[in-house]
T-cell receptor, first 115, second 112 residues
């Protein structure tokens, strides 16, 4: 299993440009998440999905959109990039552990800079 | 997640010493508590979990302690190594639930 993959790894955008951050998981997990992590800070939930066709807002959804047409893919869209969206973006899917908890499996992240 | 936007607290330990990373949680209804490790430039990775009806669970060089009376969770790392340098997040979740609540994280520096 490749786990959770994210593309691109790095991206520089100009203010007002748009882009889609891709996320794919091959573990057949229903639950998927998008987080952003600003330098030296914790994780903030942007959007999440409990299954194909179902998405909902997290803590900081403004300026972002998501879709979930398949179990595997959960892309994050930035329509009008702003400097405040400079951050590292992590996608995660959720599955079980040997201890019984639902744990999140994170991708390697996309480092986005908006200038 | 409902992480708080604070700069990460830092813990600095000497190589070979034991490390203790602490976390306060908020939800008494949580069924599980999880520790994640995030190395520089990578996403967080699962280390160990503990069910709410336990007070201690041991893994390889790591022990998690849960004190439900004071809503406190700790991660103990034995014989800390340079490879343990990372940010550690605690998290709480519940059976059948899907929204994990992450703590703010603690940065661990290991001095050689």
């Amino acid at each position: 299993n490749a786990g959770v993959t994210q593309t691109p790894k790095f991206r520089i955008l100009k203010i007002g440009q748009s882009m889609t951050l891709q996320c794919t998981q091959d573990m057949n997990h229903n639950y998927m998440y998008w987080y952003r992590q600003d330098p030296g800070m914790g994780l903030k939930l942007i959007y999440y999905s409990v299954g194909a066709g179902i998405t909902d807002k997290g803590e900081v959804p403004n300026g972002y959109n998501v879709s979930r047409s398949t179990t595997e893919d959960f892309p994050l869209r930035l329509e009008l990039a702003a400097p405040s969206q400079t951050s590292v973006y992590f996608c995660a899917s959720e599955g079980g552990t040997s201890g019984g908890a639902n744990t999140q499996y994170f991708g390697p992240g996309t480092r986005l800079t908006v200038l | 997640g409902e992480s708080v936007g604070l700069h990460l607290p830092t813990l600095s330990v000497q190589e070979g010493d034991n490390s203790i990373i602490n976390c306060a949680y908020s939800n008494s209804a949580s069924d599980y508590f999880i520790w994640y490790k995030q190395e520089s430039g990578k996403g967080p990775q699962f280390i160990i979990d503990i069910r709410s009806n336990m007070d201690k669970r041991q893994g390889q060089r790591v022990t998690v302690l849960l004190n439900k009376t004071v809503k406190h969770l700790s991660l103990q790392i034995a014989a800390t190594q340079p490879g343990d340098s990372a940010v550690y997040f605690c998290a709480e979740t519940y059976t059948g639930g899907f929204k994990t609540i992450f703590g703010a994280g603690t940065r661990l520096f290991v001095k050689a």
